[in-house]
């Protein structure tokens, strides 16, 4: 089975702090994606990565940026967190997406509170 | 992307089929359909996905119809862990993007 594993289920930050959300796969995918997850605004793309230290922006990447120096390991970061970023943060990864049977495996999330 | 329709919630009694609607009447030619859930505090599951043919996978069975505008996810004998939501999406299969786009899903009550 697939396993995308985030370092915290739950993580409480206070305003101003550099937040470092870590993201790790172990099935060798190419392709990695942040997603953030509001109620009543469904998950939104923040970043995404097809390859080691390649990165695209996605939908809502002000106030964030990512890293991606090995392949299994993807990091987002918040470089200087605010009361809006607090949300469900969920990382995801795949195959490259030519590969029409292999869909993205999410992790269980992480739930930032930032004070 | 496709826009898909989904009916934002649905009952269903403990051993019986679940039959979930999907309407993607936008839905390009390369587009697949794909079926994700999301059970509270978890993180999205993926569930089963095609692009014409029914697909069916231990979990499930995914019908699209002949002109693929909608779909059905059918959970054959539904159990309460089976309470979830549950997404619909259509992406181009190619796409560099790879994306998903989740909209509001269904939240499917599995009752005793």
């Known amino acids: 089975d697939v396993k995308v594993t985030q370092s915290s289920r739950y993580l409480v930050k206070r305003t101003g702090e550099k937040v470092f959300l870590e993201c790790v796969q172990d099935?060798?995918?190419?392709?990695m994606f942040w997603y953030r997850q509001d109620p009543g605004l469904g998950l939104r793309l923040i970043y995404f990565?097809?390859?080691?230290?390649?990165?695209e922006k996605g939908d809502i990447p002000e106030g964030y940026s990512v890293s991606r120096e090995k392949k299994e390991r993807f990091s987002l970061i918040l470089e200087s967190a605010s009361t809006n970023q607090t949300s469900m943060y969920l990382c995801?990864?795949?195959?490259?997406?030519?590969?029409?049977?292999?869909?993205?495996?999410f992790g269980d999330g992480t739930r930032l509170s930032i004070l | 992307d496709a826009k898909t329709t989904q009916p934002p919630s649905m009952d269903c009694a403990e051993g019986r089929a679940a039959n979930l609607p999907c309407n993607h009447s936008t839905i390009s030619g390369n587009e697949y359909v794909y079926w994700y859930r999301q059970i509270h505090s978890q993180g999205p599951q993926y569930i089963i996905h095609?692009?014409?043919n029914n697909e069916t996978n231990e979990m499930a069975s995914l019908i699209i119809t002949e002109d693929r505008k909608s779909s059905t996810l059918i959970l054959p004998h539904a159990t309460l862990r089976d309470t979830a939501v549950y997404y619909c999406?259509?992406?181009?299969?190619?796409?560099?993007?790879?994306?998903?786009?989740f909209g509001q899903g269904t939240t499917l009550q599995v009752k005793p």
């Open positions: 099935m060798d995918h190419e392709n």
């Open positions: 995801a990864s795949s195959p490259p997406t030519g590969s029409l049977k292999q869909p993205q495996h």
């Open positions: 999406i259509v992406r181009v299969g190619s796409s560099n993007t790879g994306k998903l786009i």
């Open positions: 990565s097809y390859d080691v230290k390649m990165k």
């Open positions: 095609g692009l014409k």
